[in-house]
């Protein structure tokens, strides 16, 4: 598969900072309470995300796509069935699986950079390695903006600060819920591109959660489509087209139509 080659060397050979993390999700179900009454929010998924794949989930609103994503996160446990991280059960949050959320909630307060040095800082690691929030920086193209504060920043930019407070962690997994749901669609198309790049020279694993079917088709090399709630996978389809790749790929508008299909809506294509 075409991520998977490039997680072992990355491009022009660069050798990747930390090997991503292989996630299992063993027949989970998940449900919440309502008003009194019980909510079943995901009925027995199960996924198997190879290290170094970005794979991007899609499905109706509210169906239970953030849900996962914080299951996987260990900000919850399921209500059955197991999450395992490289083989061994999620128990709680960790620096090595970091999610990143459509709002950036950087602190108004903290400069960009001190924004950035949230995760060392809160692990005690910032005096021996500060010099990786400067690389996170660079690497979302910030370096200017360092001392900059939030109120000082575009959305895009706030958007990539946040990645860069995440990637100070050299996380295993990247998991980003709608990250560019809110930016103009021309930084959208260049984040994608950036995104991109960036999960190809790190190794990281990624899991995208996105209401936009050519995003989804752009970046990731699997999408899995989810029903209606309770979510279950509806389909599973490998996105088998090399890097940097193109928008107007005749194999992605397939994929497309097929999407469109299973979500209901080819008619309006
Ligand atoms: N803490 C909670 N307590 C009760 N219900 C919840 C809770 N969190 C989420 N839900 C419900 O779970 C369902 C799935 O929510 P979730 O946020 O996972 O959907 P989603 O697929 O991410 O939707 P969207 O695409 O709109 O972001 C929704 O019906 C929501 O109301
Ligand atoms: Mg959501």
């Given at each position: 598969?075409?991520?998977?080659?490039?997680?072992?060397?990355?491009?022009?050979?660069?050798?990747?900072?930390?090997?991503?993390?292989?996630?299992d999700v063993r027949a989970v179900s998940?449900?919440?309470?309502?008003?009194?009454?019980?909510?079943?929010?995901l009925d027995g998924v199960e996924l198997?995300?190879?290290?170094?794949?970005?794979?991007?989930?899609?499905?109706?609103?509210?169906?239970?796509?953030?849900?996962?994503?914080?299951?996987?996160?260990?900000?919850?446990?399921p209500?059955s069935g197991r999450i395992?991280?490289?083989?061994?059960?999620?128990?709680?949050?960790?620096?090595?699986?970091?999610?990143?959320?459509?709002?950036?909630?950087?602190?108004?307060?903290?400069?960009?950079?001190?924004?950035?040095?949230?995760?060392?800082?809160?692990?005690?690691?910032?005096?021996?390695?500060?010099?990786?929030?400067?690389?996170?920086?660079?690497?979302?193209?910030?370096?200017?903006?360092?001392?900059?504060?939030?109120?000082?920043?575009?959305?895009?930019?706030?958007?990539?600060?946040?990645?860069?407070?995440?990637?100070?962690?050299?996380?295993?997994?990247?998991?980003?819920?709608?990250?560019?749901?809110?930016?103009?669609?021309?930084?959208?198309?260049?984040?994608?591109?950036?995104?991109?790049?960036?999960?190809?020279?790190?190794?990281?694993?990624?899991?995208?959660?996105?209401?936009?079917?050519?995003?989804?088709?752009?970046?990731?090399?699997?999408?899995?489509?989810?029903?209606?709630?309770?979510?279950?996978?509806?389909?599973?389809?490998?996105?088998?087209?090399?890097?940097?790749?193109?928008?107007?790929?005749?194999?992605?508008?397939?994929?497309?139509?097929?999407?469109?299909?299973?979500?209901?809506?080819?008619?309006?294509?």
């Amino acid at each position: 598969m075409v991520a998977l080659e490039t997680t072992v060397t990355g491009p022009a050979g660069t050798a990747p900072r930390a090997a991503g993390m292989a996630i299992d999700v063993r027949a989970v179900s998940h449900r919440f309470e309502l008003h009194g009454a019980p909510l079943p929010v995901l009925d027995g998924v199960e996924l198997r995300v190879e290290p170094g794949e970005l794979v991007a989930l899609l499905g109706p609103s509210g169906c239970g796509k953030s849900t996962l994503l914080r299951l996987i996160a260990g900000l919850e446990p399921p209500s059955s069935g197991r999450i395992l991280a490289d083989g061994r059960p999620i128990g709680g949050p960790d620096p090595s699986r970091v999610v990143v959320f459509q709002d950036p909630t950087l602190y108004p307060w903290r400069t960009v950079r001190d924004n950035v040095a949230l995760g060392l800082e809160a692990r005690g690691l910032l005096r021996s390695q500060g010099r990786r929030v400067e690389e996170a920086l660079a690497l979302v193209g910030l370096t200017g903006f360092a001392k900059a504060y939030p109120h000082q920043l575009s959305g895009g930019m706030a958007q990539r600060a946040a990645l860069a407070r995440a990637l100070v962690n050299d996380p295993r997994l990247l998991v980003l819920d709608e990250p560019l749901g809110k930016l103009d669609s021309l930084t959208r198309l260049a984040m994608q591109s950036e995104l991109v790049e960036l999960w190809r020279s790190s190794g990281f694993t990624g899991l995208l959660v996105t209401h936009d079917i050519e995003e989804a088709l752009f970046m990731a090399t699997r999408v899995i489509v989810f029903s209606e709630r309770p979510a279950r996978i509806k389909a599973d389809l490998p996105v088998d087209r090399p890097y940097p790749r193109h928008r107007g790929d005749p194999v992605l508008t397939e994929l497309r139509h097929r999407i469109l299909e299973l979500l209901g809506l080819a008619e309006t294509w």
